[in-house]
């Protein structure tokens, strides 16, 4: 008892859990993965469009330092050489926008998916505390942020280090090529490290983001209490249901009682079980039951029958197998309807006989014919 009363949170948190979190903002989040994306979207644009780009500066600045006297003083002529020789640079910065805006947004909806709260961004006197914002700086999770950025340094390190190692006699041979060509090597190696260099961040991603998937589940688990009262509000008082199930059942069996005297016959264990079968000829179909009931609700059902004059058949099998195998209001299962119909056969031509309209029915069988599967 000490322990399910207890204020531990050990217990994973349910979907409400969940989902309530989720529209306060409180999602699970991992900052390194988010700049992961962008730097190697970054570096992938610039690998991809880095020729189009200097190409571009190499046309706007031969444009521009190839004014003519009339371009150099007339204001308007010189706006529009300055459009011109623009435009050849605005199509790969263009893209090359694009793709990082592309690659921030999938690095920070790949963990968490998207989610807006205005919740989120109202304004809370606990972020505005100075002791929530030391508690921030000097606490376990300013600890595992500072962690976190060690081991991006030693990883950024480490590959550079790697890089420069194995790329360095690349790098002194640049001095030996020509001019044009070795800026062209020279900047396609800076691409080609940058590349590698943000690759590295993987690792990081890969340590963060399952730590943060493990930190924001343990923010949200649950008290066993919480739990309790969270099904108590989402299901209703135990209570409350209950006495709903009371009333209704107590409103089915009056609607059911009220359906006795309607009946054709009413089949009994004599201690025991009692049900109630109506059989329409103008409808068609098979024999329906009424109402069927055990001990006191059979004996209840009993006295409406007398008192309405509703035919009583002792048939101890065939009631047993009709109140567990049929439901009220349903067709009786076409298993039985041989036996019932004897039944129902000797309950007409009886009735006939106390008009005075047949002979007396000879006595029902007491073996009915009731499938192995279906007796009880």
């Not at 204020?7 to 994973?12: A, K, L, M, P, V």
């Not at 469009?49 to 330092?65: D, I, S, Y």
């Not at 190839?66 to 910065?93: C, G, R, Y």
């Not at 709260?117 to 700086?137: D, L, N, Q, T, Y």
Request: aromatic share 8%.
């Amino acid at each position: 008892m000490a322990d399910s009363d207890s204020g531990e949170r050990s217990e994973e948190p349910t979907g409400k859990k969940i989902s309530d979190a989720r529209k306060k903002g409180q999602i699970a989040r991992s900052k390194e993965l988010g700049t992961m994306f962008v730097l190697v979207g970054s570096a992938s644009a610039l690998l991809l469009m880095g020729n189009a780009l200097v190409n571009g500066m190499v046309q706007m600045m031969l444009r521009l330092f190839s004014l003519t006297q009339k371009e150099a003083f007339d204001v308007h002529a010189s706006f529009q050489v300055i459009m011109q020789a623009a435009s050849a640079v605005l199509q790969p910065l263009m893209w090359i926008f694009v793709i990082i805006a592309l690659a921030a947004f999938v690095g920070n909806i790949l963990l968490g998916g998207m989610s807006f709260s205005w919740e989120a961004i109202g304004v809370k006197p606990s972020k505005m505390s100075p002791f929530a914002g030391f508690k921030r700086m000097f606490g376990a999770q300013a600890a595992i942020e500072f962690l976190k950025s060690l081991l991006k340094f030693f990883v950024v390190v480490i590959v550079a280090y790697l890089l420069l190692k194995n790329l360095f006699p690349d790098i002194l041979g640049l001095s030996l090529e020509a001019t044009p060509n070795n800026f062209a090597h020279a900047v396609n190696l800076l691409l080609w490290m940058f590349m590698t260099l943000t690759l590295s961040l993987v690792i990081i991603a890969l340590v963060d983001v399952p730590y943060q998937l493990w930190k924001h589940n343990n923010e949200l688990k649950m008290t066993k209490q919480e739990i309790k009262d969270e099904s108590k509000n989402s299901e209703g008082n135990p209570e409350i249901k209950g006495r709903l199930r009371r009333l209704q059942m107590e409103v089915s069996q009056r609607q059911m009682m009220a359906n006795v005297p309607d009946s054709d016959v009413v089949i009994t264990n004599p201690t025991h079980y009692s049900v109630a079968i109506k059989y329409d000829f103008n409808a068609g179909g098979a024999p329906v039951v009424l109402a069927k009931g055990v001990d006191e609700m059979a004996m209840h059902i009993r006295k409406i029958a007398k008192e309405h004059q509703v035919e009583m058949i002792p048939a101890p099998a065939l009631a047993r197998s009709l109140y567990y195998s049929a439901e009220v209001d349903k067709e009786i299962p076409e298993e039985l309807f041989a036996a019932v119909a004897q039944v129902l056969a000797f309950i007409f031509q009886l009735n006939e006989h106390k008009k005075g309209h047949a002979k007396r029915p000879i006595p029902l069988a007491k073996n009915l014919p009731i499938p192995d599967d279906f007796k009880y």
